[in-house]
């Protein structure tokens, strides 16, 4: 355990939870107090950690996609578990105001986009909530207006799955999509905000602003 | 006051909060116990609110946000400035292991890409964070793999400028600035998770699971 701890960089006390709450399974034992953790193990350990660290899972929701991906599904039901499992990518949620359009506004960019989004799917209830926050602030946006969003969305989903198609594996599938879901959004968030500073840069660097000598 | 509060649904003691904390500029006095507030004070106060409990910010990161936008910078430097306030999209760095590459990679999709962005730019700190998370899981990505990602992020962000053209005032451009960046990354990752979930449904439905019955 000592190994896998250095190899994970993941503290022995830590290990030792996750192996309680069931995360991780028990080594091979070799001696009375002895227990050996193959590649697996470390893979599983890096994954559990990363959910829980950077994807921010509670330990039960790390379990409830752990227990979906051991499941013998195919592709699709695999992802879709994985996918449900996960804290939606809206932080907060407000309280909804009745029935404010946003929910509507959602239906009509999946109709409009011919996209295939199960009805019991938290992304349609997330998206609207996400739309509620920026209508607040004056910045909402309407189904025609969230499609260019939503084209780009759909090409780096088509990116996204590119990259799942060469494996075979059920559990290499659903950690690879893990992965590519929960952390490369911020990497996507960051490039997007890369790419803002490039564009603005392009756009507007040299038109001054009316501060004295600049 | 109430009426500010009414018409924003943030309750009276938090607005007190913001203008104690300076984040909110002071009413009109109009009385000894009245003050009058305006459609600036209510679209301001929608902002700081929709900053802190969305965007996630200290009151501290959104006070520097709003004095950068009150600031008589040009177009360019006032995105920069309200970006470079906000946090990271990257949750946790994860501690660096040295010179492990990521920072390179980092330096190589700049280039490739032919961006500009600042040395200073926290972007950099942030994306190479990013990318030594999913590396730790076994899906890491070098410059020429994140390239598709940057190109779809490149093209998002010409969406986002577009959004921004119209606009005159330099702390409607801010503000605005700041929902498209802070509330639009969840609707953005939402849209993304639609998207692959439709897109799993066109490849992989009815490809079937290995359960019996299914």
């Known amino acids: 355990m000592s190994e896998l701890s ?9 290990i030792k939870f996750y192996l ?15 227990a050996e953790y193959d590649e697996e193990h470390l893979r599983r350990l890096r994954l ?13 929701a790390t ?5 979906a991906v051991a499941e013998p599904l195919g592709r699709y039901e695999t992802l879709g578990v994985t996918h449900y499992a996960l804290r939606s990518p ?3 949620a407000p309280d909804g105001e009745g029935s404010d359009g946003c929910a509507a506004e959602v239906e009509r960019l999946i109709e409009r986009m011919g996209w295939t989004v ?12 996400g739309l509620r926050a920026l209508r607040e602030v004056g910045a909402g946006h309407d189904a025609d207006e969230l499609a260019p969003y939503a084209e780009l969305a759909a090409a780096t989903a088509r990116v996204d799955l590119d990259r799942l198609a060469g494996l075979e594996d059920r559990i290499d599938i659903a950690e690879r999509a893990l992965a590519l879901t929960v ?22 660097a040299g038109e001054g602003g009316d501060r004295v000598g600049r």
Do not use: C, F
């Open 48 to 60: 559990v950690r990363a959910l829980i660290t950077l994807g921010g899972l509670s330990v039960a």
């Open 118 to 129: 199960t009805e019991q799917s938290p992304l349609r209830g997330a998206l609207a909530a």
């Open 183 to 204: 952390l490369m959004e911020p990497v996507l968030a960051t490039l997007r905000r890369m790419a803002q500073e490039n564009e603005a840069a392009l756009r507007y």
């Open 6 to 14: 250095r190899r994970s960089g993941v503290p022995v006390p830590t």
């Open 63 to 67: 379990r409830e996609v752990l227990e």
């Open 20 to 34: 309680r709450e069931g995360l991780l399974p028990p080594g091979r034992a070799t001696a009375s107090n002895q």
């Open 90 to 92: 809206v932080a907060t």
